[in-house]
């Protein structure tokens, strides 16, 4: 049983900055990609981040320059650091990580959530 659980949403001005957190526990071999996704009202889930067990990320063109998405291995933990914010992102934050339970058993596992409002 593994889980990965976001903590760090809230209620933000613009131009504000908020920290999300997302810890993975459980029976953990290892964990590959780690990464954040959202949705907002009426829209698909999309990629914000993501970044490699070795560190290496990936951003949405929307986010470029003002999020920085980081890891801790030791912790199985991925962070999102979010300046700058604007209303367009408010949305629901998801943390997505893919976790080997064994060698061979690879999982794809998401969080509940945390909720991200930009407003004044």
């Known amino acids: 049983q593994v889980q990965v659980v976001e903590s760090g949403g809230g209620l933000v001005q613009p131009g504000g900055s908020l920290r999300l957190s997302c810890a993975a526990s459980?029976?953990?071999?290892?964990?590959?990609?780690m990464g954040w996704y959202r949705q907002a009202p009426g829209n698909e889930r999309e990629l914000v981040a993501d970044?490699?067990?070795?560190?290496?990320?990936n951003y949405a063109d929307s986010v470029k320059g003002r999020f920085t998405i980081s890891r801790d291995n030791a912790k199985n933990t991925v962070y999102l650091q979010m300046n700058s914010l604007k209303p367009e992102d408010t949305a629901v934050y998801y943390c997505?990580?893919?976790?080997?339970?064994?060698?061979?058993?690879?999982?794809?596992?998401w969080g509940q959530g945390t909720q991200v409002i930009v407003s004044s």
């Open positions: 970044i490699t067990r070795d560190g290496m990320t």
């Open positions: 459980g029976s953990i071999f290892s964990i590959n990609a």
């Open positions: 997505n990580a893919l976790i080997l339970v064994s060698r061979l058993d690879l999982r794809d596992c």
